[in-house]
């Protein structure tokens, strides 16, 4: 029979998914990109916050409907909105012909043979049953991969449901680590992007220290990664170790993704947040100084429960003070079980939409000044994509992680240019306020 996995949320869920198909084809099944080229659509959910859940059950409506008109004939539920609410989505959901958790992916073979043959099959292992390691199909694009170094979190931050969805934080030992990425170079990848949920807690509960800086000088010795990025690194871990590592190694991009919420200290406090204003603005400070061409990137969280309008605004003014090159805010999403959705003095939703917004206008601002002054500059990229309609190369810079940044667009025929193909390009002019239009000097 075909199958066809639809994987939503974060990279994390994409390489559950990516090692599932593997499981899947293994056993004989053939895949299929579109659930409606599928007998079997497998939807691997998040379920993280209130519009990853609106989405997840967005997304198994529409299988339903597949399956109605007769196309589609059988319905996998997984992943972080089945882990989280079980036997509500088996209830709800009558035409899934599985509910799965986490702990039950590397039996999906199994559970696939069984409703075939006409059972409905509801099922929750151990969390801790979600392996480590194991093999995957690569759904992004050839040149790149995600390398899950860690599943689960143990921060225990007041407002995210994570840790009961997911689980304690576990890394993947070392060994187990560099087998898996020798493998994707390999294949061919080029581009890797270390991802956890906390990549800078990486290795303390298997070695009682952070070994984040030895495993990166581990995977720059590897042949045939051009670009390394690291992902997710929460503030109050990044040692001067680690800056050190990412300053040197050439083959590491000099960008960082860290989420700092907030810089209220009275919010950051609440929230179980382990910094202050003071480490958060002495920290950009070092990275800044010791990787003068670093580009940040930050995820900030507005509508924490209590937050006043002084408290907001002071949120608003460390973020024209910080510039941060990259930034996404979210409005605070009351999660049923964590400890935050107890808390009184709730924000009206109206208000958390509203604070939101004005921070994401604030940086589009931001962002277009930072973009105009790279006009003139040169950079690489990589290409990614032809549109022969606009008769443009898509491509993105170091400078831009997949999918959450900006595009380069770059002028060529369809034959010039080879996806995965790195190029040293001069920025010409800005598009609009993330993107930006180049010309290649050197292919």
């Known amino acids: 029979m075909v199958v066809s996995m639809v994987s939503l ?132 694009l050839p040149f790149m991969a995600y390398l899950k170094i860690a599943e689960g979190c143990s921060n225990g931050c007041t407002y995210c449901a994570i840790p009961a969805i997911r689980g304690k934080f576990r890394s993947v030992p070392m060994e187990d680590v560099l087998a898996e990425a020798q493998s994707l170079a390999g294949s061919g990848v080029t581009e890797l992007l270390v991802i956890a949920q906390d990549t800078t807690r990486y290795g303390e509960d298997l070695y009682g220290v952070s070994r984040l800086p030895e495993l990166l000088k581990a995977l720059c010795k590897i042949d045939g990664f051009r670009w390394i990025r690291v992902l997710y690194c929460y503030p109050e871990r990044i040692s001067d170790e680690l800056i050190g590592v990412i300053a040197e190694e050439p083959k590491i991009v000099k960008y960082m993704d860290i989420p700092v919420q907030h810089c209220n200290d009275e919010v950051l406090k609440n929230m179980r947040r382990k910094c202050t204003a003071e480490m958060l603005r002495a920290l950009f400070a070092k990275l800044r100084s010791r990787i003068p061409d670093i580009t940040l990137r930050t995820t900030l969280l507005v509508g924490f429960p209590g937050e006043t309008d002084e408290q907001f605004n002071e949120l608003a003014e460390f973020v024209q003070e910080m510039r941060f090159d990259r930034m996404g805010c979210f409005a605070y999403s009351e999660e049923e079980g964590t400890v935050a959705a107890r808390m009184e003095n709730q924000v009206d939703e109206d208000i958390r939409q509203h604070r939101a917004e004005l921070l994401m206008e604030q940086q589009m601002q931001i962002a277009a000044e930072l973009n105009a002054e790279r006009v003139g500059t040169e950079t690489e990229a990589v290409i990614e994509d032809y549109d022969s309609e606009a008769g443009f190369w898509l491509a993105r810079t170091a400078a831009d992680a997949p999918e959450i940044d900006g595009r380069l667009y770059l002028a060529g025929l369809p034959e010039q240019y080879a996806v995965g193909q790195y190029v040293t390009v001069r920025i010409t002019s800005t598009v609009d306020d993330y993107d930006l239009m180049g010309e290649v000097t050197v292919s």
């Open 9 to 140: 949320g974060c990279a994390k869920n994409l390489v559950d998914s990516e090692r599932m198909l593997a499981l899947i084809q293994e056993a004989g099944y053939t895949l299929a990109a579109d659930p409606a080229d599928a007998e079997i659509a497998i939807v691997n959910t998040c379920g993280f916050i209130q519009s990853a859940k609106e989405e997840a059950i967005d997304t198994i409506l529409e299988l339903a409907e597949l399956k109605k008109a007769g196309s589609l004939k059988k319905i996998v539920v997984t992943g972080c909105l089945a882990e989280r609410y079980k036997e509500e989505v088996a209830e709800q959901f009558p035409e899934a012909d599985a509910v799965i958790g986490i702990g039950d992916q590397p039996e999906i073979v199994r559970v696939l043979n069984e409703i075939t043959e006409g059972l409905r099959v509801t099922q929750f292992a151990p969390k801790n049953c979600m392996p480590l390691t194991g093999d995957r199909i690569i759904a992004t």
